[in-house]
Structures are given as structure tokens and as C-alpha cells.
């Protein structure tokens, strides 16, 4: 069974830093990867897909990686900005159609 | 539309009743899912449609949950006889085809039962 761990569980950062998000995975069987975030009462805004044969994906200040062989993806934030402030979820796809989600980061941008 | 939308936002019953919710996904997406978010849990998921089929309900937490879709299009997940532990944020997403596509969630529906 597909376990996905996302350390650390809240983080807080002053404006500006640069930071890391982690995301673990039990089985490299993996067809997919997706970060979202999501912000206090609202639903899911996706950020990156990183199918399985890919090693990153970038969107502005946002970089994704995957690395399958250790079971591991991080999210990398540049120049984080207080509007970064919200849960940051990883999820991904095995052999099944679902999403497999972790728990989230909390992340807090302090101006 | 230009994104996923549910109905109701959020809705309060008592335990007991039964409750309906709704979901829109994008146009033109053939795939439709739902998860369920408890207070302090990670997404859980409950089904997902292929057009109009259900090709996996394993997910689902008892016969009082059932779900369909129609059309291809809106779905409905209707959760019977509620109990306390229904409480949840029930999130709705929907994608272009089965197989590698990403996801897109709608803001939710938030059960409150009493």
C-alpha cells in the first residue's frame, strides 16, 4: 500500500527565503506526482505535474523534482513571498486511477 | 465554466438524514473524482467515474455512500442515514482523460453533521 509523507508538517520562514518542501513515497511505482496548495477553506489549486519519466518541473518561482528510486519529490520556493502562505499537499498516481495524498506542509511566509 | 464548481458550499443536516451533493466538472473532462478531507487527515479518495462509469468504488466508507454520474457530465454523491463521522470537506475533481492527466479540485463541499 502507497504511503506518502510530507515533512516538515508546518514551517515557518521569513519573506524572502528561499525553501524546500519534502515529500516521501513507499513504491516507485509511481505514474505521476502532483503539487498542490491549499488555502484556509478553499479547494485545491494544482501547481506541478511531474510524470514518472520526467526528473523536474518549473513554473516561475516554483521547481519540482522527483527522484523515483529513493521515493522522494521536492517542491523548491524562491524568493518566498507572504502570498506563498497556504498547505502545501503532494499527491500521486500508482497502478490505480486515484490519487494517493500526503498530509501537507504548512507553510507560513512572515512579511 | 472554467473550473470544477460543487454545490452546496456547505451544508449542515442531522444525523439521519440523508444528503445529496453536487459536482460540475470541467467541460470537455471525461474523468470525475471524489475525495474526502476529515479535519486534521490528508484526502482520502471515494470514487472516480469514467464517463459515466464507476470502474473503481473501493473507496467508498460503506453502502451508505453512493455516487453517479450522468451525461458525462455533473455528478452526485449522495451519503445516506449520516452519522457524525461523515463530517468532512467532500472535494470533487475532474480531468481531461484517465491516465496521466492532472487533476483539478473544485473548493468543496463542507458536511457538517450534527
Known amino acids: 500500500k502507497q504511503e506518502v509523507t510530507q515533512i516538515p508538517a508546518a514551517l515557518s520562514v521569513p519573506e524572502g527565503e528561499n525553501l524546500v518542501l519534502n515529500c516521501s513515497f513507499t513504491d516507485s511505482a509511481i505514474y505521476n506526482l502532483q503539487w498542490f496548495r491549499q488555502d484556509p477553506g478553499k479547494g485545491l489549486t494544482s501547481l506541478l505535474l511531474i510524470q514518472s519519466s520526467q526528473r523536474e518541473q518549473t513554473s516561475g518561482r516554483l521547481n519540482a523534482s522527483l527522484d523515483k528510486s529513493s521515493g522522494r519529490s521536492t517542491l523548491y520556493i524562491a524568493a518566498s513571498q507572504p502570498g506563498d502562505s497556504a498547505t502545501y499537499l503532494c499527491?500521486?498516481?500508482?497502478?490505480?486511477?486515484?490519487?494517493?495524498f500526503g498530509k501537507g506542509t504548512k507553510l507560513t511566509v512572515n512579511p | 465554466g472554467a473550473g470544477v464548481s460543487q454545490s452546496p458550499s456547505n451544508k449542515v443536516t442531522e444525523k439521519g438524514k440523508d444528503v445529496e451533493l453536487r459536482c460540475d466538472p470541467i467541460?470537455?473532462?471525461?474523468?470525475l473524482y471524489w475525495y474526502r478531507q476529515r479535519l486534521g487527515q490528508g484526502l482520502e479518495f471515494l470514487i472516480y467515474?469514467?464517463?459515466?462509469?464507476?470502474?473503481?468504488k473501493s473507496g467508498l466508507p460503506s453502502d451508505r455512500f453512493s455516487a453517479e454520474r450522468t451525461g458525462e457530465s455533473v455528478s452526485t454523491l449522495t451519503i445516506q442515514r449520516t452519522q457524525q463521522e461523515d463530517s468532512a470537506v467532500y472535494l470533487c475533481a475532474s480531468s481531461l482523460a484517465i491516465s496521466n492527466n492532472e487533476q483539478f479540485f473544485g473548493p468543496g463541499t463542507r458536511l457538517t453533521v450534527l
Open positions: 467541460s470537455g473532462h471525461t474523468a
Open positions: 467515474f469514467q464517463g459515466n462509469s464507476a470502474p473503481d
Open positions: 499527491a500521486l498516481r500508482g497502478g490505480s486511477e486515484k490519487l494517493v
